[in-house]
């Protein structure tokens, strides 16, 4: 009767190891992901086209007159960065970041 016992308090300890293993692993690619993504060159082309701004309280407001206070990229739908860090992925931009605090003229507010 003991083997059971032992097999099933193996099988529970290896199911919460690679558990924990793979928390910790998707928290370190997020981390990872998030450092190694090249900012948004702001004088590029397509940023350029946009009005992108690192920091919103910098955009031209009279060529973007659709710019509201408040909106930054931190609250826009396209944005995926974590609620704590200065940099994010964004949609518009693949395989870079865009500022938090940055805005563009595709702006979308964030539902909910
Ligand atoms: S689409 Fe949204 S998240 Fe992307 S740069 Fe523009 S305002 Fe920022």
Redesign the pocket.
Known sequence: MEKPTNRRAFFKDCLVTVAAVSVGQLALNRVAYAVELPHVDESSPQAVG?G?KHDAALVDKTKFARFQEG???RN????SGAADTEWGP????PGQS?NAK???S???KKAG
């Open positions: 946009l992108y909106q930054t990229c826009c739908q396209l944005y964004c949609a518009l931009f865009v940055g805005w563009c595709a702006y979308v």
